[in-house]
T-cell receptor
Framework: AQSVSQHNHHVILSEAASLELGCNYS??????LFWYVQYPGQHLQLLLK??????LVKGIKGFEAEFIKSKFSFNLRKPSVQWSDTAEYFC?????????FGSGTKLNVKP | EAGVAQSPRYKIIEKRQSVAFWCNPI?????LYWYQQILGQGPKLLIQ????????DSQLPKDRFSAERLKGVDSTLKIQPAKLEDSAVYLC?????????????FGSGTRLTVV
């Protein structure tokens, strides 16, 4: 079965700190990778996605992610977080015509 | 473009009662998904429809959960009878024709609390 692992369950940062959230997946074939964000009380929103090509993907709100095929990883990064980035972040893999989600990482940014 | 509509937004019921959720996908989207998101976990697929046919319901607890998508548009998800562990957010998502992996759109979800 496909699986998606997010190693950090809860991250606390101060504003302007840099962010990196880890995501590893288990699937040997061609993958499509996504990061979703869920702000408190709101629905899932797409941050960025990777299908092919440049492994460094830029998304909305200054987020980016790097696909490293050899490591089966798709880590999310942001150089300088803001208080408004406080949310839960989900990594997802699309395979066999469905999404498999990680368990999520709660990010708490202190002002 | 209107998003995926879900109702109700919140629902509180007692265990052993029944409940139904409604989803209206984006117009023209052939594929519709229901996910269950338990607090602290990522969404888990319950059932996937392609038009009005079921593609995957392997994770649906069929003894108590049922879903239908009449006419290939709106969908309802029902739980009968509900258990405490069914407390979760139920998310509906839809995706368009062709490749379905373009980051499909989620609805706002229905937060179910079973007491």
């Amino acid at each position: 079965a496909q699986s998606v692992s997010q190693h950090n369950h809860h991250v606390i940062l101060s504003e302007a700190a840099s962010l990196e959230l880890g995501c590893n997946y288990s699937y040997g074939g061609t993958v499509n990778l996504f990061w979703y964000v869920q702000y408190p009380g709101q629905h899932l929103q797409l941050l960025l996605k990777y299908f092919s090509g440049d492994p460094l993907v830029k998304g909305i709100k200054g987020f980016e992610a790097e696909f490293i095929k050899s490591k089966f990883s798709f880590n999310l990064r942001k150089p300088s977080v803001q208080w408004s980035d406080t949310a839960e972040y989900f990594c997802a893999v699309f395979a066999f015509n469905k999404f498999y989600f990680g368990s999520g990482t709660k990010l708490n940014v202190k002002p | 473009e209107a998003g995926v509509a879900q109702s109700p937004r919140y629902k509180i019921i007692e265990k052993r009662q029944s409940v139904a959720f409604w989803c209206n996908p984006i117009s023209g989207h052939a594929t519709l998904y229901w996910y269950q998101q338990i607090l602290g976990q990522g969404p888990k697929l319950l059932i996937q429809f392609q038009n009005n046919g079921v593609v995957d319901d392997s994770q649906l607890p069929k003894d108590r959960f049922s879903a239908e998508r009449l006419k290939g548009v709106d969908s309802t998800l029902k739980i009968q009878p509900a258990k405490l562990e069914d407390s979760a957010v139920y998310l509906c998502a839809s995706s368009g024709p062709g490749r379905t992996n373009y980051g499909y759109t989620f609805g706002s979800g229905t937060r179910l609390t079973v007491v």
